[in-house]
């Protein structure tokens, strides 16, 4: 199972990323997808995930009504559409997959299967 996120990279406060997520190995329309973010010093925390089956999606609150997050089961591939980025967002952002995920443990990292490496998204103020 791999999970190759990508995307990241530098950009100024208020702008705009797209990461991507893609996934081989596994039936990838049987999972959830989260993705997390890892800031220096900081604890992995959540970000955002989106159920296999009906495809709704959460967010952390402190991301909610900037960020997106969509799959494309077709292309085998997760997306986090970021806009209007703070320098507090600057963190490795890692994907992962989870085939037992539900509402109580969508922020759990202990409930997610399979992790991508991670990408560096720097926020400059």
Same mark, same amino acid.
């Given at each position: 199972v791999q999970l190759q996120a990508s995307g990241g990279g530098l950009v100024q406060a208020g702008g705009s990323l797209r990461l991507?997520?893609?996934v081989s190995g /596994?039936? $990838?329309d049987e999972y959830a997808i989260g993705w997390f973010r890892q800031a220096p010093g900081k604890e992995r925390e959540?970000?955002?995930a989106v159920f296999k089956n *009906? @495809?709704?999606t959460y967010y952390a609150d402190?991301?909610? @009504?900037? $960020?997106t997050m969509s799959r494309d *089961?077709?292309?085998?591939?997760?997306? /986090?559409?970021m806009n209007s /980025?703070?320098?507090e967002d600057t963190a490795?952002?890692?994907c992962a997959l989870s085939s037992r995920l539900i509402m109580t443990t969508i922020r759990a990292p202990g409930y997610y299967d399979y992790w991508g490496q991670g990408t560096l998204v720097t926020v400059s103020s």
């Open positions: 991507s997520c893609a /596994l039936t $990838f959540f970000v955002a *009906n @495809g709704n402190s991301v909610k @009504g900037r $960020f *089961n077709a292309k085998n591939q997760g997306y /986090l559409q /980025l703070k320098p490795v952002y890692y």
